[in-house]
T-cell receptor
Framework: EDQVTQSPEALRLQEGESSSLNCSYT??????LFWYRQDPGKGPEFLFT?????EEKEKERLKATLTKKESFLHITAPKPEDSATYLC????????????WGLGTSLAVNP | NAGVTQTPKFQVLKTGQSMTLQCAQD?????MSWYRQDPGMGLRLIHY???????DQGEVPNGYNVSRSTTEDFPLRLLSAAPSQTSVYFC??????????FGPGTRLTVL
């Protein structure tokens, strides 16, 4: 069964304290792994798409990486405005374009 | 571009009432979908559409109907509201089902 597991569930960092969020997945024939950011009371906002192992994408303080079993979202020198819930989703070959979503990691960055 | 818009933002219904959640996008995306988001459950797909006149069921379609008469609009109808349908509903659109652009959400409470 296709599955996405995100860890940790919650993470609290001090401003400037770098860390990583994990997204482990089990899917038949990965067709894409997606990272989204969700602020309270708002819809998810697209961050990155990764398609193959070894691929990396960067945007400001965020860097997403992908292996055959998991993806990491690295946050370098975070700021309070990086506080949000980060969602991971995957699409497999057999899902008929449907995304499988993780439950997210709630990140709080203290000033 | 307004992106994806949803109305209303908040709604309270009584059990048994019906209503329609509106969703519109101005990006000329073929693919649109409806999700519900509940604590501890993540995003779950209700219905989706790959183009005008074409709709299909997602993971949790019972109690909901959709139609897609135009590329821009994808309304979600609750036929007879139940307390179990209390949730936050998100509409999303994309060009191919991969990178999805979400609306701001509708917060629905069924008493």
């Amino acid at each position: 069964e296709d599955q996405v597991t995100q860890s940790p569930e919650a993470l609290r960092l001090q401003e400037g304290e770098s860390s990583s969020l994990n997204c482990s997945y089990t899917v038949s024939g990965l067709r894409g792994l997606f990272w989204y950011r969700q602020d309270p009371g708002k819809g998810p906002e697209f961050l990155f798409t990764l398609y193959s192992a070894g691929e990396e994408k960067e945007k400001e303080r965020l860097k997403a990486t992908l292996t055959k079993k998991e993806s990491f979202l690295h946050i370098t020198a975070p700021k309070p405005e990086d506080s949000a819930t980060y969602l991971c989703a995957v699409r497999g070959a057999g899902n008929n374009r449907k995304l499988i979503w993780g439950l997210g990691t709630s990140l709080a960055v203290n000033p | 571009n307004a992106g994806v818009t949803q109305t209303p933002k908040f709604q309270v219904l009584k059990t048994g009432q019906s209503m329609t959640l509106q969703c519109a996008q101005d990006m000329n995306h073929e693919y649109m979908s409806w999700y519900r988001q509940d604590p501890g459950m993540g995003l779950r797909l209700i219905h989706y559409s790959v183009g005008a006149g074409i709709t299909d069921q997602g993971e949790v379609p019972n109690g909901y109907n959709v139609s897609r008469s135009t590329t821009e609009d994808f309304p979600l109808r609750l036929l007879s509201a139940a307390p179990s349908q209390t949730s936050v509903y998100f509409c999303a659109s994309s060009t191919s089902g991969d990178t999805q652009y979400f609306g701001p959400g509708t917060r629905l409470t069924v008493l």
